[in-house]
């Protein structure tokens, strides 16, 4: 007796359909189709395989996969991740932290970090660096948390 078993996804602009069938002679059949909206196919494949394995086989593929996916670099959503501060961002940073009078240091650091383009967590990083307490928007870091904290020389208590 033939039996199939199909699932469908869509990821990203591809449509991909997986089908699982057994046949008379005791054979698992997996079929991969990845297409388009307009029907262009841009993945497909087969693999046959004794119907007892396929369990495993599904486990080993998920492990390879996994394992693939870590291999690649993930893209950062942040458009100046890893890109160099310069003296007019810094500026820029330190001017916009010290003048907030209201709200919290996180929504400030998000708001920061998107016009920015950057991480909250870099944004919260170069505060301290530019001499700027990180958990009190509109504060200066003292000179004893600026050492501790790595600020760039000169900037803490208003020395730029």
Request: include cysteine; glycine fraction near 8%; proline fraction near 4%.
């Amino acid at each position: 007796m033939t039996s199939t078993f199909y699932n469908e996804m869509k990821l990203g602009e591809v449509n991909y359909r997986l089908s699982a069938t057994t046949d008379s002679e005791e054979s698992l059949v997996l079929d991969l189709l990845g297409s388009l909206d307009s029907g262009e196919v841009v993945a497909d494949g087969r693999l046959r395989m004794p119907v007892e394995g396929g369990t495993a086989v599904g486990r080993l593929m998920a492990r390879v996969l996994t394992a693939h996916s870590r291999l690649r670099p993930r893209p950062s959503r942040h458009a100046n991740a890893n890109q160099p501060w310069t003296e007019s961002l810094d500026a820029e940073l330190r001017t916009t932290w010290l003048a907030a009078t209201e709200g919290s240091a996180p929504a400030l650091a998000r708001s920061l970090a998107d016009a920015m383009q950057r991480s909250t967590t870099a944004i919260r990083a170069r505060l301290a660096k530019v001499g700027c307490d990180p958990d009190v928007p509109g504060r200066e870091l003292s000179e004893t948390g600026a050492t501790l904290l790595g600020a760039n020389s000169g900037t803490a208590q208003g020395k730029t």
